[in-house]
Structure formats: structure tokens, C-alpha cells
């Protein structure tokens, strides 16, 4: 298994940890598990590795730490792992089951999609599965162009992931349960209108009114002070039937 969520790590099936040690090995390691069935130019990896100032040595540098590599991840061969030169790059093949980026997208996708069809339980076990595979942002350790994209891309799908199952969780009407993850949010993520509106929905449907015209206060005040914008029209429209106490759902 090649866990990129959270710091590298890399284990076979029985769990024993396959190391790599050296961090432009790791580096090497994680695009080319980022970019699996796909031929990595060795100038990209140089690019990626060295960036604008590549020493003289970087292709042999480079062509000792994948045989290095190359060995570390030989017992892994079993398991339909292979790293091989093709032509002027390389390209790792490794079973999708076997990355936990992709368990994790697949996941998210599964819990989506069970969601807009109408299995709200589906969904909030199949998100939950999902964010449990979270041990935290894409390979921090590492720095380099690819890495840094790919952190971006999966901290926001986590972050969706995050609001789905919340959302997953409110229609089979588990309000009191969510709303600290939602107070969670919204602290982590201020700007995020759309935590915004389900905490706003879960306080006001268990009667907790005033919280919810508190909540927006902030959301307003934040929204004013830090970018100079007014929530939009449905949080307004949202706001107005709090004060109305028309609890309504905001999501049917």
C-alpha cells in the first residue's frame, strides 16, 4: 500500500514497512505514484527535483536513486508493482486498490453520487469510510511543483468530502451531531459559505434560533470585514426565515 495521505509511507501486505529513506527517492516515489500508468520524463522529474538550478550530475543522480528505488519496492512486484524505464522517463505501475489516494477519491465519488440519488445513509457511510482514510494533507514532507498541486487539489475535495457528509448526516435528520463538526468548519474555513448555511439550517432546526442569527452576524461581519462582500442571496433568504422562525429545510 502507498500512503500519501499523511506523511509517505509505503507497506506490503503484511503491513511491514517497505523504507525509503532518501528524500529525493521519496520525492521521485511520490509523482511518479501521483501520475500511475504514466510515462514521468526523467527532465521533469530533474525539473521537479532541482528546479531552476540542476547540477551537472542530475540525470546519473537521478538514474541511482530510481535503482535504489527500483529495489526498495522489488517485494512489491506480487502485487502487480512494477517501476521501468520507457524510453527517456519512467513509469510505475501499481494497482489502484494499492494507493490510498485513489481508495479515497473513489470513496468520495461512491458517497456523491449515493447522495444526489437520494441515500442519505449510503452516503454518510460511504463519506465516512472516506474521511477515515484522511491522516492528513498529500506527503507534507515533501516540496516539489507536482506535490504542492496535488496537496491543493485533495485538501479541497477533503474539504468536500467533510461538507457531504455532513449534508448526508443532516437528512437523516442527525442535526445535534453535526453541528460541532460544522462549528469545526466554519472555524477553520470562514469564507466557506456553504458551512455556513448548514450550520445555520442544524441550529435553527433544533430550535436553537438565536445561535443561528448569532452564526450569520459572524458569517456577515467576516464576509464584510475581511473581503467587502454581503453573503449571497440564499443566505440572506436563509437569514430572513430564521427571524420569520420558519425552520424549514434548506435541503430537500
Known sequence: MF??????????????????RAARQQAILAVL?????????????ISELWQDVPPATAKASLQTYVY????????????GVDLATMGNGYILTVPDRAVDIRAFQAAVAEGS????????????????????????PVVPEIDVELVRDERRRLDELHLTARELCVEAELRLGHHNRVI???????????????????????????????????????MRDILNDELGIEPADELRRQHQDILRGNNALIME
Open 68 to 79: 535504489r528505488l527500483r529495489r526498495a519496492l522489488s517485494p512489491l512486484a506480487v502485487n
Open 113 to 136: 453520487d449515493a447522495l444526489t440519488e437520494g441515500e442519505a445513509k449510503l452516503a454518510a457511510k460511504l463519506l465516512r469510510e472516506a474521511l477515515a482514510m484522511w491522516r492528513g
Open 3 to 20: 500512503k500519501l495521505l499523511g506523511r509517505l509511507a509505503v507497506v506490503d501486505d503484511s503491513g511491514r514497512a517497505i523504507n525509503v
Open 180 to 218: 460541532p463538526e460544522l462549528e469545526r468548519l466554519v472555524e477553520a474555513h470562514p469564507f466557506r459559505e456553504s458551512s455556513w448555511a448548514m450550520l445555520l439550517h442544524a441550529l435553527a432546526h433544533r430550535g436553537r434560533r438565536a445561535e443561528a442569527l448569532a452564526a450569520y452576524r459572524r
Open 33 to 45: 505514484v501521483l501520475r500511475p500508468g504514466e510515462v514521468v520524463a526523467i527532465d521533469r522529474l
